[in-house]
C-alpha cells in the first residue's frame, strides 16, 4: 500500500522564540509601512465604495486602440476617466469616477460613455453605483470586518483563557493590516468582493493559530514544569507540518482561482493568497511570542478549564 | 472512534446518495432534465447575473415628491369638503408639510373642524393593538386649520406606493418578453429589479423610467401662459409646459383633470393614417369615456390638453364630441418612444418617479466567460489538491479526495433544492472549500503520524488521531463559519452568494471529515487480513 510521501521533516527544533526579536521585528517594519502606503497612498478604492462607473469592454473586430479610446473619453467632459488593458488586447476596462451631482449625474456619464464607444465595440459589464449605495455599501463593508473580528473574538475567549484570544485577535489585525497595505501598494481595486475575502481571510487566518494555540495547551497540561519559552518552541515545532500543509492546500485551490479567474476576482484570488502567506507567518512566528510576551495560566490542575468539552487536541 | 453501527453506515451512505441523487440533474442540459420521469428531482443550480448575464437595477422612489403629490390632493380635499359644508374660507394653500386654510366666520371653526375631520383616516391596527391617524389637524389661533400628515401616515403612503410600483415595473417588465424576471421592494423606498438574460438596460431603463402619469385638462378660454406668468394663475389653473419643457407652447390648464390615464383599458402604437407619424391609440374604461364623452360635448370648438407627466404633448381642438372613448395621441415621437410609451400607458402610471441608483448589467457573453473561467479554476484546483494529497498521504490522500468529492456534491444538492443562487464569488467559494476541506483530513492524518511516531499502534493512533483532531477542526471551521454569517447577513448578491457556499462548504467539511473519511478509513481497517494492521501513514 502506498503511504504518501512524508516529505516533511519531523522533530524540527527551530528556536523561534528565542529569535522572537527578529521576527517581531520584521513583522513591526511591515505593519508599519503597511499603515505608511494606507496614509500616503491610500487605498484604491473601487466604485462599490466610491461610487462612479466601470464599463468592461471588447472590441469586435481586433485589438483595442488606446489612445483613440483615451482621447474619445477624454473628451466627453465626464472628469477622471481610467482606461486599463485586460489580459486579452481586445478587452479593457473603462473606470469613470463620481459625477457631482447626485444619481442621475452618473447615469448621464455612463450614457455619454456608451454613446461614445461607437459600434465596433462591445460593452459586456456595466455598473454605476450612485452615492447613496456607495454609502450604505462603505458602511456594510466597515460593519461586517468590525463584526467578523468581534466574532471570532468572542469565539476564541470563549474556547481559551483571555491571553490567547488577545494573542490571537492581535495576530489577526497584524494580516488584514498588511494584507490591506499590500493590496494598497499594488494599487488593487479595493470593492466588497476584496471585502468578502479579508472575512474569510480573517476567519482562516485564525485558523492555524488555533492549531498551535490548542498543542500550547495541550503541552501546558503535560508539561507542568517546562519553561514557558521551550514549551511554545516544543508547540511550534511539532505542530510545523500541519501549519505548513493546510496552508498549502488552501494556497493551491486559490492559486488556481488567481490564475484561471477573471478580473472580477482578481482582487478577490490576491487577497486570499497573499493573506494565507501572512496569516501562516504569524501563526508560527507572531502569534506565540504575543502569548510569552502577556504570560498563560501555567496551572492546569483540576483540567476543568474553559474550553474543556474537547479535551486534547492535534 | 473506528466501529460503526450498520445505521450509521446507512444513513451516511443515504446522505451521500441523496446528495448525488439531488446534485445529478446539474450535469445535464435542462431540455433532457425536463424530460426525466416525474418522481426524479429535477431542480437545477439557478446561476446568478454575473454567470448567466442580465441586468441588475436598484431603483429608488422619490419620497419627497410623495409628500408633495400627498399635500396637493390634500389641498384639494380640504377644499371640496369646506366647500360642501358651506363654510367660506381664504388663504388655503400648503405650508411646510402641511396644508393651512383660514375659517372666515369665527363662528364656523367648530364646523369646518368637524367636517376636515372626516378626511382623516385611522391606521388601527388590530393585531398590534396600536392606534394612529393618517393625519392631525389642529387649530392655530382662532381662525386657522392646519392638516397635518403623520409620519405614519407617510409611512402608510410610502408602502402602498412601493407596492403599487412594483406592480407596474412588473407589468412593464414583462411587456419586453423577458423571462423570469425578478422585481422585489428592498428596504423602505427602494425596488430591485433583475432580468436575467437580459442586457439593453438602456431599453429597459427607459420602459421603467418614465412616471406616465397620462391626464386629460380643459384649457383656460382665455388666458394664456405668458400672460398668466406675468399677472396670476387663475384660481383652479395651473401653468403646464410643453414637452420641451419651456414656456413656448405652455398652457395655462385646469389643474383637476377631466380624465385621467387609471381609466385607460388599452394603449397601442400605431401610425397616423394621413400624415405616417407614430401615434398612440387608446381606448377608455365605461367611466372615463362617460367623462370623457361628456366634457367633449360640452366644448366642441375648444382645445383640450393631452398631458404626460405634468408636460403638454398636444392641445388639439375638439371638432366634435367623441362619445366612443377611444382616441389618438400625437406629439412628435419617433416609433421607439411610442412603443415605449405604449407599454408604459398600458401598465399604468407609476405613484412617483424612479431614480436609478445602481446598475450591475453583464452581457451573456461576459457571463459565459466567467463560467469557463470558475470551470477550468475548480478542475485545476480540485486536481492540483486532489494530487497533494494523494502524494502527501497515499491511500488516505485518495480517501481525503473522495470526501472533497462528497463535500462538493452535497453543497450542489443542497443549492440546488433550496434554490440559492450560483454567483462567480460562488465559485471561488466552492474552490476554497477544496482547499480548506482537505486540512480537516491533514490535521487528522499528521496527527495519525505523530502517534504513530510515538509508538502506538496502528489502531490506536487512528483513533486518537480522529479524536484529537476534533476539537480543532471544530474551531478552525466555526471560526471561518462566522465571518461567513457576518458575509451573509450583510452582503448582497455576489457576495452573499459567496456566503452562501463558503458556510455550506464548512457544514459540508465537518461531516465528511468524522463521517465519509472516518468510515473509509474504518471500512480499510476491517478490510486488513493481518490481525496486525500495517501502519497506514
Redesign the interface.
Known amino acids: 500500500m502506498f503511504k504518501g510521501v512524508d516529505f516533511f521533516p519531523h522533530g524540527t527544533k527551530i528556536p523561534v522564540m528565542q529569535m522572537r526579536r527578529y521576527f517581531i521585528g520584521i513583522s513591526l517594519i511591515a505593519v508599519l509601512v503597511a499603515i505608511a502606503v494606507l496614509y500616503f497612498k491610500g487605498l484604491n478604492f473601487g466604485i462599490d465604495f466610491k461610487g462612479g462607473t466601470l464599463v468592461e469592454i471588447q472590441r469586435k473586430s481586433g485589438d483595442i486602440d488606446m489612445a483613440d479610446l483615451r482621447a474619445k473619453l477624454g473628451a466627453l467632459g465626464v472628469g477622471d476617466v481610467q482606461i486599463q488593458g485586460l489580459d486579452a488586447t481586445t478587452d479593457a476596462l473603462i473606470r469613470v469616477e463620481e459625477q457631482p451631482g447626485g444619481e442621475t449625474a452618473q447615469q448621464d456619464a455612463a450614457k455619454k460613455v456608451e454613446d461614445a464607444l461607437g459600434e465596433d465595440i462591445e460593452i459586456r459589464r456595466i455598473e454605476v453605483v450612485g452615492p447613496a449605495v456607495s454609502g450604505e455599501l462603505k458602511q456594510a463593508g466597515i460593519i461586517a470586518v468590525s463584526f467578523a473580528i468581534i466574532g471570532i473574538l468572542l469565539y476564541i475567549w470563549f474556547r481559551f483563557e483571555w491571553q490567547f484570544g488577545v494573542a490571537a485577535i492581535l495576530a489577526l489585525f497584524h494580516d488584514i493590516l498588511i494584507t490591506i497595505g499590500m493590496l494598497a501598494l499594488l494599487n488593487f481595486e479595493f470593492g466588497l468582493t476584496e471585502v468578502a475575502a479579508l472575512l474569510t481571510l480573517a476567519g482562516y487566518s485564525i485558523n492555524d493559530t488555533v492549531v498551535v494555540f490548542d498543542r500550547i495547551r495541550e503541552n501546558l497540561r503535560r508539561y507542568k514544569k517546562m519553561p514557558l519559552i521551550e514549551l511554545l518552541n516544543l508547540s511550534i515545532n511539532e505542530t510545523l507540518s500541519r501549519t505548513i500543509l493546510t496552508a498549502s492546500t488552501t494556497f493551491l485551490a486559490v492559486l488556481a482561482l488567481y490564475v484561471f479567474g477573471t478580473e472580477v476576482i482578481r482582487g478577490f484570488s490576491f487577497t486570499m493568497l497573499f493573506g494565507i502567506l501572512i496569516g501562516t507567518w504569524s501563526s508560527i512566528f507572531i502569534a506565540s511570542p504575543f502569548l510569552l510576551w502577556m504570560g498563560v495560566k501555567r496551572d492546569w490542575s483540576g483540567a476543568v478549564a474553559k474550553g474543556s468539552p474537547a479535551a486534547g487536541k492535534a | 472512534m473506528l466501529h460503526f453501527e450498520r445505521w450509521k453506515i446507512i444513513a451516511i451512505a443515504a446522505i451521500c446518495l441523496a446528495g448525488i441523487v439531488f446534485a445529478m440533474p446539474n450535469l445535464f442540459s435542462k431540455q433532457t432534465v425536463e424530460g426525466w420521469p416525474a418522481w426524479m428531482p429535477k431542480r437545477q443550480l439557478s446561476l446568478g447575473l454575473?454567470l448567466r448575464g442580465g441586468a441588475h437595477l436598484?431603483l429608488?422612489m422619490d419620497t419627497v415628491e410623495l409628500r408633495k403629490d400627498w399635500l396637493t390632493t390634500l389641498r384639494d380635499d380640504v377644499r371640496k369638503k369646506l366647500r360642501e359644508a358651506k363654510i367660506r374660507f381664504t388663504g388655503l394653500g400648503i405650508v411646510g408639510d402641511a396644508v393651512q386654510v383660514r375659517i372666515v366666520r369665527p363662528e364656523d371653526v367648530d364646523k369646518a373642524y368637524d367636517a376636515l375631520k372626516e378626511l382623516v383616516q385611522p391606521m388601527g391596527n388590530a393585531v398590534l393593538g396600536t392606534n394612529a391617524d393618517d393625519m392631525q389637524i389642529e387649530k392655530v389661533g382662532s381662525d386657522v386649520l392646519k392638516v397635518q400628515p403623520t409620519e405614519q401616515g407617510l409611512q402608510q403612503r410610502v408602502t402602498s406606493a412601493a407596492t403599487a410600483s412594483v406592480e407596474t415595473v412588473r407589468r412593464r417588465v414583462d411587456e419586453l418578453g423577458t423571462t423570469e424576471p425578478n422585481i422585489v421592494r428592498q428596504g423602505q423606498d427602494r425596488i430591485l429589479v433583475q432580468v436575467p438574460g437580459f442586457d439593453d438596460?438602456?431599453k429597459l431603463?427607459e420602459v421603467i423610467g418614465q412616471t406616465a402619469k397620462l391626464t386629460f385638462h380643459a384649457v383656460h378660454p382665455q388666458v394664456t401662459a405668458e400672460e398668466a406668468e406675468q399677472t396670476r394663475v387663475p384660481l383652479g389653473y395651473k401653468i403646464y409646459p410643453s414637452a420641451e419643457g419651456d414656456l413656448v407652447g405652455a398652457y395655462v390648464l385646469q389643474e383637476v383633470p377631466v380624465v385621467s390615464g387609471e381609466d385607460l383599458v388599452d394603449a397601442q402604437p400605431g401610425f397616423d393614417q394621413r400624415t405616417n407619424e407614430p401615434i398612440i391609440t387608446f381606448r377608455f374604461n365605461q367611466s372615463g369615456a362617460r367623462k370623457f364623452g361628456r366634457f367633449t360635448k360640452a366644448n366642441v370648438g375648444e382645445p383640450f390638453a393631452i398631458v404626460l407627466d405634468n408636460k403638454v404633448l398636444s392641445a388639439p381642438v375638439i371638432r366634435e364630441a367623441i362619445l366612443g372613448g377611444s382616441g389618438q395621441i400625437s406629439g412628435n415621437f419617433t416609433v421607439e418612444d411610442a412603443n415605449n410609451l405604449a407599454i408604459q400607458l398600458r401598465s399604468g402610471a407609476l405613484p412617483t418617479s424612479l431614480?436609478?441608483?445602481?446598475?450591475?448589467?453583464?452581457?451573456p457573453?461576459?457571463g459565459a466567460?466567467?463560467i469557463e473561467?470558475?470551470e477550468?479554476?475548480?478542475l485545476?484546483?480540485?486536481i492540483?489538491?486532489a494530487g497533494?494529497?494523494?502524494?502527501?498521504?497515499?491511500?488516505?490522500?485518495v480517501f481525503a479526495v473522495v470526501a472533497v468529492l462528497i463535500n462538493l456534491t452535497l453543497i450542489v444538492a443542497v443549492m440546488s433544492v433550496i434554490g440559492s443562487t450560483l454567483t462567480?464569488?460562488g465559485i471561488?467559494g466552492l474552490?476554497?472549500t477544496?482547499?480548506?476541506a482537505?486540512?480537516a483530513n491533514?490535521?487528522?492524518y499528521?496527527?495519525i503520524?505523530?502517534e504513530l511516531?510515538s509508538g502506538k499502534t496502528s489502531i490506536s493512533a487512528i483513533e486518537?488521531?480522529f479524536?484529537?483532531?476534533?476539537?480543532?477542526?471544530?474551531?478552525?471551521n466555526?471560526?471561518?463559519?462566522?465571518?461567513?454569517?457576518?458575509?451573509f447577513?450583510?452582503?448582497s448578491g455576489?457576495?452573499r452568494g459567496?456566503?452562501v457556499t463558503?458556510s455550506l462548504g464548512i457544514f459540508a467539511t465537518i461531516f465528511t471529515a468524522f463521517t465519509v473519511t472516518r468510515l473509509l478509513v474504518s471500512l480499510w481497517v476491517a478490510a486488513q487480513k493481518t490481525r496486525k494492521i500495517?501502519?497506514?501513514?
Open positions: 454575473d436598484l429608488s438596460t438602456r431603463k431614480t436609478i441608483v445602481e446598475e450591475r448589467t453583464v452581457g457573453s461576459l466567460d466567467s473561467a470558475g477550468m479554476a475548480a485545476i484546483g480540485t492540483t489538491v497533494f494529497m494523494i502524494f502527501a498521504y497515499g491511500l488516505f490522500g462567480l464569488p471561488a474552490v476554497l477544496v482547499g480548506m482537505v486540512d491533514v490535521l487528522i499528521e496527527r503520524r505523530e511516531r486518537s488521531g479524536s484529537k483532531a476534533f476539537g480543532t477542526i471544530l474551531d478552525s466555526l471560526t471561518t463559519l462566522i465571518a461567513a454569517l457576518v458575509m447577513w450583510l452582503g455576489p457576495v459567496f456566503a463558503l500495517p501502519a497506514p501513514l
